[in-house]
């Protein structure tokens, strides 16, 4: 654990490696998720945005992994263009260096009102984790997640009919 006034503490968690799959078995498939979604997931610490986009895989998701606020505005923006829209977006709300959660989901709400976002993020005492809703978040994910609070809420924010999103 490292802690630093005023910037916050970095947690370090060792797993033991599991063994690969053999081409036979497959990982379980999680209840209750929409499958075959598009998601956006926005992280600056590239360990967090690797490791999130591998469970979102795993769970049947297209991903796409950026690390600021302003890539994350000029993939959605792009991906709005071309008909190809996500059906939810996982913001970090604080990057270091460059735009965060609360500045990009405005950003996103005046490219599309109906963007689906959860905020992220290991300040569980943030206005912003405590009154999502208020600040344009349809739920949050306090850091550390594990997967079933990951499934709940994408289940929650998704609903029932991933990428069925009308174009506006």
């Known amino acids: 654990?490292?802690?630093?006034?005023?910037?916050?503490?970095?947690?370090?968690?060792?797993?033991?490696?599991?063994?690969?799959?053999?081409?036979?078995?497959?990982?379980?498939?999680?209840?209750?998720?929409?499958?075959?979604?598009?998601?956006?997931?926005?992280?600056?610490?590239?360990?967090?945005?690797?490791?999130?986009?591998?469970?979102?895989?795993?769970?049947?998701?297209?991903?796409?992994?950026?690390?600021?606020?302003?890539?994350?505005?000029?993939?959605?923006k792009k991906a709005k263009s071309l008909g190809r829209y996500f059906d939810v977006v996982i913001l970090d709300l604080t990057v270091r260096g460059g735009m965060g959660g609360q500045e990009t989901i405005q950003a996103l709400l005046k490219i599309d009102p109906t963007v689906k976002a959860i905020a992220m993020s290991g300040y569980v005492h943030d206005p912003v984790i405590l009154e999502p809703e208020r600040h344009g978040f349809k739920g949050t994910l306090a850091k550390p997640f594990d997967v079933g609070k990951l499934q709940e809420i994408l289940s929650r924010v998704m609903g029932s009919s991933p990428g069925s999103k009308a174009a506006p």
């Not at 490292?2 to 799959?21: D, I």
């Open 1 to 76: 654990m490292e802690t630093e006034a005023g910037v916050g503490t970095n947690f370090h968690s060792y797993l033991p490696a599991a063994r690969k799959l053999s081409g036979e078995e497959k990982a379980p498939m999680p209840r209750g998720v929409p499958q075959h979604g598009r998601v956006l997931v926005m992280d600056d610490q590239e360990g967090v945005r690797k490791l999130v986009g591998r469970l979102l895989q795993r769970m049947g998701h297209e991903v796409e992994l950026v690390e600021n606020g302003q890539s994350a505005v000029e993939v959605y």
